[in-house]
């Protein structure tokens, strides 16, 4: 077979590999900034122009060796408000999208639309009422009002629910309705139905509505700062950012260092619901 020219393989292939060069050194190329930020002992962004020009463990050092900022934690509230909230989350959307798509009742329809629309509109905008909200359920329930990490919770779920519950409808629509009634000639209710069959069936959506919710919470910044008032509640989204609030003192490298820690966690909860994922896509590809 004649090999061929430079030119026919540039336009046949070759385009595809360097637009996907181009696009990985675009997407890395931050990332390879902040690593070099976090390692630069000077605390500053623009400290060199070369990157890795210094590297030490000097911002990790500060990092942890704070006492008025407890980087420790604020990561491990992070964890804990993340993790309840997914959790939560995922099941009670999931709960809301089985009503809606299996059940028929007055007021479904309106139901829904209305879950479509209140997301058109971010809590963003409701944080002056939130403040309020929980300045007053406060003073009846402290475990919920400000600076409460329960009712900064009960926040996160209240925002959440609406368009997680209308992807999970989408999804659940997919799963044929002749399952359930076969399920209810054996006897099976719908609880039964749902936590034995449904939910086995829809993992793909309940892992991605978790690792979005989880990535969302984690980064979180303006309700967290409002909520939470006391450094010892603060996520790391809060916390972090006091590093650099100030212009005179602020600290990049420290800031860079806690950033790189922070997107630890979800790297590791991308990397464990990557195969149930994978697993829910391609568990009906295989006839048999």
């Known amino acids: ?131 309020l909200l929980l300045d007053g359920i406060g003073e009846v329930i402290p475990v919920l009002g400000l600076g409460s990490q329960l009712g900064l919770i009960m926040v996160y779920l209240g925002g959440a629910l609406g368009v997680n519950t209308y992807l999970m409808y989408g999804f659940f629509n997919t799963v044929p309705v002749s399952l359930d009634e076969a399920a209810k000639i054996d006897g099976a209710s719908h609880a039964q139905i749902f936590f034995g069959i449904i939910l086995r069936l829809v993992t793909p959506i309940l892992a991605v509505i978790g690792l979005l919710s989880f990535i969302g919470i984690s980064s979180e910044f303006v309700i967290a700062s409002v909520v939470l008032t006391d450094p010892n509640t603060q996520t790391l989204a809060v916390g972090l950012f006091s590093f650099v609030a100030n212009q005179r003192t602020e600290d990049w490298g420290v800031f860079a260092a806690g950033a790189v820690l922070a997107a630890l966690p979800v790297m590791a909860l991308f990397l464990f619901l990557q195969r149930y994922i994978v697993n829910g896509l391609v568990a009906g590809s295989v006839k048999g």
């Open 1 to 131: 077979m004649r090999t061929k020219s430079f030119g026919a393989w540039l336009r046949d292939k070759g385009w595809r590999h360097a637009v996907g060069v181009v696009t990985s050194v675009f997407a890395v190329f931050p990332l390879l900034y902040v690593l070099s930020a976090a390692l630069n002992p000077s605390g500053t962004l623009a400290g060199s122009g070369m990157l890795f020009h210094d590297v030490s463990l000097d911002n990790y050092t500060k990092l942890f060796g704070n006492d008025q900022r407890p980087f420790g934690r604020w990561f491990v509230n992070t964890l804990v408000i993340g993790v309840v909230t997914s959790a939560a989350t995922v099941f009670l959307g999931a709960m809301a999208a089985y009503a809606f798509s299996r059940m028929r009742f007055a007021g479904r329809r309106v139901g829904l639309l209305s879950l479509l629309l209140l997301q058109m509109f971010p809590q963003l905008l409701a944080v002056v009422a939130i403040f």
